[in-house]
Structure formats: structure tokens, C-alpha cells
């Protein structure tokens, strides 16, 4: 079974170190960055306004807790949007090429 994990970071440059430890540590397959993300929340009392970027992360289920406690350690944020995603469904060739590249908790 696979998922995406859907993460927001202050930046581009943020996401990109975040993207490439993820991938080195052959956590994920593939991270995907979105450079630019809008994104109004509330926060502390207050409604927010903010330039975020977003990752889009592909990877084996198995492995989406030890994604979640690295992205934590690397993340400026004191509580990172981290939210998984299910695969259910996809190119069977793409499919066996994520499982490949992502290593066995």
C-alpha cells in the first residue's frame, strides 16, 4: 500500500531540504515541490495570511510515521501541516518503481 504525504513549509528553500533528506534517506520516492501556496488558517486567536510552499510526498505506508517524526525534526514550524493521503489506485509500472526506490521499515 502507498501514500501521499502533504506537507506546507515557510518556503521553497525549506521544502526543497526537506524534499532532498526525505529522498536521500530513502524515505519517499519521489517529493513533488508547489513553489507557491496561499494559505489563510487561524493560529493563536488570530486569522492568518501567509506565502507558504507545499511538498507532495510519494512513498510506502509502512513508512508514513518515520516520515512524519523526520519531517518534524527538520520543519521550522512548531506544528508543520503533515497529513497523509491513501493511494488507491495508479499506473502498476509507477507503483513497482515507488516501491523500489523507498526502503523496508
Known amino acids: 500500500m ?3 504525504i502533504y506537507i506546507t513549509a515557510s518556503s521553497v ?5 526537506i524534499g532532498r533528506k526525505l529522498v536521500e534517506e530513502r524515505l519517499a520516492a519521489c517529493v513533488n515541490i508547489i513553489p507557491s501556496i496561499r494559505s489563510i488558517y487561524h493560529w493563536e486567536g488570530s486569522m492568518e495570511e ?3 510552499s ?4 510519494k ?3 509502512e513508512l508514513t510515521p518515520q516520515i512524519i ?3 518534524r525534526e527538520l520543519h521550522s514550524y512548531d506544528n ?7 493511494i488507491t489506485g495508479g499506473s502498476r509500472d509507477y507503483l513497482e518503481w515507488l516501491d ?6
Open 13 to 17: 528553500d525549506e521544502s526543497a531540504s
Open 59 to 61: 512513498t510506502s505506508h
Open 54 to 57: 507545499g511538498l507532495i510526498v
Open 50 to 52: 501567509d506565502e507558504e
Open 100 to 105: 523500489d526506490e523507498v526502503k523496508r521499515p
Open 80 to 86: 508543520p501541516c503533515i497529513i497523509s493521503i491513501p
Open 2 to 4: 502507498f501514500t501521499l
Open 69 to 71: 517524526k523526520r519531517v
